[in-house]
Nanobody, 127 residues
Framework: QVQVVESGGGLVQVGGSLRLSCTVSGLTFDDYVMGWFRQAPGKEREGVSC????????YYANSVNGRFTASRDNTKNTLYLQMNSLKPEDTAMYYC????????????????????WGQGTQVTVSS
């Protein structure tokens, strides 16, 4: 049984930082590309980042590029998202997802690219 569990969300002030973690079990972690998504109230779920199986290739949404850094530790079956210079518009539920693919596809920002999802962790940025 695949389990995807996010943690690390919380309330932070504008300009602050948070580090999200995502621990995965029930699958061979380094067979999967991993993604971070977010969904704000009333909005569609959007792709934040996709990281390759080795962690060597990472894609970011334009809205977070230069502020967020994704990484993974395949020895710990864990994915991370370091979020710096947070803005109110970063407020959302953040989700981690696993996709059984060899590389992050051009469509990585589409939720349908990934098959296994966590329950999410809330990030709120206050001004």
């Amino acid at each position: 049984q695949v389990q995807v569990v996010e943690s690390g969300g919380g309330l932070v002030q504008v300009g602050g930082s948070l580090r999200l973690s995502c621990t995965v079990s029930g699958l061979t972690f380094d067979d999967y590309v991993m993604g971070w998504f977010r969904q704000a109230p009333g909005k569609e779920r959007e792709g934040v980042s996709c990281i390759s199986r080795s962690g060597a290739t990472i894609y970011y949404a334009n809205s977070v590029n230069g502020r967020f850094t994704a990484s993974r530790d395949n020895t710990k079956n864990t994915l991370y998202l370091q979020m710096n210079s947070l803005k109110p518009e970063d407020t959302a539920m953040y989700y981690c997802a696993a996709g059984l693919r060899s590389v992050c596809p051009d469509s990585w920002s589409a939720p349908g690219t990934f098959g296994s999802w966590g329950q999410g962790t809330q990030v709120t940025v206050s001004s």
